[in-house]
């Protein structure tokens, strides 16, 4: 019943160090994204999960972005040695439909804020 | 290059009067559109949505309109409350060519709703 939730809320992580971010989606919604939102833009797609498949990892700003739903439900979204560019919100939505089917309406998390230092 | 434009960072309205938040996108593949609102430090939240197929959507005080022609859409609040102040993202998504349907956002319009 309850909506998606995300963990940490907050987090501040030093240049190089590692940070893993959760997305617990709601219960049997089969599609999961993963946005990413700098300060004063809207958010940017990152990578996109049907059940436990990675369909979509194109929006990944590099090699360093890794992104796993390893039984269809709870998703992380890990960051390897992070720059200060990482810093940002970053949103987990999930959907019930397969994401190429409408309705299109994603149900956004509350974020996690990545500050990098 | 942004396919999807928020001209008006900001907007600011009376209560009780209409506010009107404008979008405008370019790829014409987009058969989907989608308005969220966002306070501070919450997840966007879905508002009301608008199918390619569609001129018009309305749910309550909120009316979606779609201009195909001109690739421009808009959110009209009517009438606007105090409650209503929040950011609101304009969205779109495409389905043709196996897309996943993730959405692709604008910059959002600050709306402030004056007592």
């Known amino acids: 019943g309850a909506g998606v939730s995300q963990s940490p809320r907050y987090k501040v992580a030093k240049r190089g160090q590692d940070v893993a971010l959760r997305c617990d989606p709601i219960?049997?919604?089969?599609?999961l994204f993963w946005y990413q939102q700098a300060l004063g833009q809207g958010p940017e797609f990152l990578t996109y999960f049907q059940n436990e498949a990675q369909l979509d990892k194109s929006g990944l700003p590099s090699d360093r972005f890794f992104a796993e739903r390893p039984e269809g439900s709870v998703s992380t979204l890990k960051i390897q040695r992070t720059q200060q560019e990482d810093s940002a919100v970053y949103l987990c939505?999930?959907?019930?439909?397969?994401?190429?089917?409408?309705?299109?309406?994603?149900?956004f998390g509350p974020g996690t804020r990545l500050t990098v230092t | 290059d942004q396919q999807v434009k928020q001209n008006s960072p900001s907007l600011s309205v009376q209560e009780g009067r209409i506010s009107i938040l404008n979008c405008d996108y370019t790829?014409?593949?987009?058969?989907?559109f989608l308005w969220y609102k966002k306070y501070p430090a919450e997840g966007p939240t879905f508002l009301i949505s608008?199918?390619?197929?569609?001129d018009k959507n309305e749910d309550g005080r909120f009316t979606v309109f779609l201009n195909k022609s001109a690739k421009h859409l808009s959110l009209h609040i009517v009438p606007s409350q105090p409650g209503d102040s929040a950011v609101y993202f304009c969205?779109?998504?495409?389905?043709?060519?196996?897309?996943?349907?993730?959405?692709?956002f604008g910059k959002g319009t600050k709306l402030s709703v004056k007592p």
């Open positions: 939505a999930s959907s019930y439909p397969p994401g190429d089917r409408a309705p299109y309406e994603q149900y």
């Open positions: 608008i199918s390619s197929i569609k």
């Open positions: 219960s049997g919604h089969v599609s």
């Open positions: 969205a779109a998504s495409r389905a043709l060519g196996g897309s996943q349907g993730n959405l692709i």
């Open positions: 790829n014409s593949m987009f058969d989907y």
